[in-house]
């Protein structure tokens, strides 16, 4: 399958080479979290849960069809922003979410390129709407954390900051004393693709399958991969600096 990037390796370079600071959102592009955990079932559990609660009338019918936990989760902030039921919400989800960790599936490609962009001198953070809890116990089982550590900007109580507001994507620039112009977001999904518009940073999109592709494109997404292995091959030709 071929989204029509791959072959480009001189737009790909033009799009990469500026990129002293590489912003990752997590799942997608640095591995399937739900992989063997199905976020459907997470979701599901989600408005079980609420609805234990007596809470069945907080969701929309569309939004308790959702197969998004994220979706259930807003929706909740938004009726009862900063409460206990939010926290405790957003507690379960993160569980949920670090037992997904052991059994996430690494995104092809994903350990080395990230191996080989800190060996060349960039430096690398996540900015994912997922727990930082899941994202630091996911890359200290696969021996990443140095490439990371301690730009790990993801979910907080704030959930009114989750993506496609660019919150995270600007602590990351801030942090890191990089201006948006010198950074580069890999991104799977429209919000990544808008949370990056709204921080000015160049964007990236990788899709594993079609119907990916065709949202990130019709996001505006300029430059979509189905592999990370072309990016891995420029970077192999670059020389430390």
């Known amino acids: 399958m071929s989204f029509g990037t791959e072959n480009d390796p001189n737009r790909l370079r033009h799009l990469i080479e500026p990129a002293r600071v590489v912003l990752w959102d997590f799942d997608g592009p640095v591995c399937r979290l739900f992989a063997r ?3 459907e079932r997470v979701s599901s559990d989600l408005v079980s849960w ?6 069945h009338g907080l969701l929309t019918e569309t939004e308790r069809e959702s197969l998004d936990p994220h979706v259930v989760l807003r929706a909740v902030d938004r009726r009862h922003p900063g409460s206990d039921l939010v926290a405790e919400l957003e507690e379960r989800l993160t569980q949920e979410e670090l ?15 990230i191996r080989t962009w800190t060996a060349v001198g960039s430096r690398l953070a996540v900015t994912t709407n997922n727990s930082p809890r899941v994202v630091r116990t996911y890359l200290a089982g696969r021996g990443l954390t140095d490439c990371f550590a301690p730009h790990i900007y993801g979910r907080t109580r704030e959930l009114h900051h989750l993506k496609p507001h660019p919150h995270c ?32 940073v160049p964007f990236l999109g990788y899709a594993r399958n079609e119907r990916k592709a065709k949202l990130l494109k019709a996001a505006g997404a300029d430059v979509v991969l189905d592999s990370l292995e072309p990016l891995l091959r420029l970077l192999r030709l670059r020389r430390p600096g």
Do not use: C, F, K, Q
Not at 50 to 55: C, I, Q, V, W, Y
């Open 37 to 39: 955990h199905s976020a």
């Open 50 to 55: 609420l609805e234990s609660r007596g809470l």
């Open 169 to 200: 994507l600007n602590r990351a620039l801030n942090a890191m004393g990089v201006a948006p112009g010198d950074a580069l977001m890999i991104g799977d999904t429209p919000s990544d693709r808008e949370a990056a518009e709204g921080a000015g």
């Open 99 to 113: 037992r997904a960790a052991s059994s996430a599936l690494p995104t092809a490609y994903a350990d080395p390129l």
